[in-house]
Nanobody, 128 residues
Framework: QVQLAESGGGSVQAGGSLRLSCVASGVEYGDSCLGWFRQAPGKEREGVAVIETGSGTTYYADSVAGRFTISHDNAKKTLYLQMNSLKLEDSAVYFC?????????????????????WGQGTQVSVSS
């Protein structure tokens, strides 16, 4: 059973940066689509960015493209999300997720039901 654990959230002023990490533990997994989602109060969980661990292909939500970068370290079994130029609207609980599919596929990667394992979430708060 794969388990995911996020870290790196916190409070930051608008324009600042944060880097989230997500460590996978448990059963070894092969090529997979891994991603970051976020959920703000009163809103649905939305896809932020995903990466195919086999090919390195990435997809981003339009709202974060050019500001966020997703990456993955296979040796460390760790997924990262570098968030720059943070905006107030980026405030949310951020979750990492793993799919049992090797490909992320656009635009289907945005759908939460494609992911079988979720972390517990880490809060990101951006203030003015």
């Amino acid at each position: 059973q794969v388990q995911l654990a996020e870290s790196g959230g916190g409070s930051v002023q608008a324009g600042g940066s944060l880097r989230l990490s997500c460590v996978a533990s448990g059963v070894e997994y092969g090529d997979s689509c891994l991603g970051w989602f976020r959920q703000a109060p009163g809103k649905e969980r939305e896809g932020v960015a995903v990466i195919e661990t086999g090919s390195g292909t990435t997809y981003y939500a339009d709202s974060v493209a050019g500001r966020f970068t997703i990456s993955h370290d296979n040796a460390k079994k760790t997924l990262y999300l570098q968030m720059n130029s943070l905006k107030l609207e980026d405030s949310a609980v951020y979750f990492c997720a793993a799919s049992d599919r090797p490909y992320c596929s656009a635009p289907l990667w945005r759908y939460t039901d494609r992911y079988t394992v979720w972390g517990q979430g880490t809060q990101v708060s951006v203030s003015s």
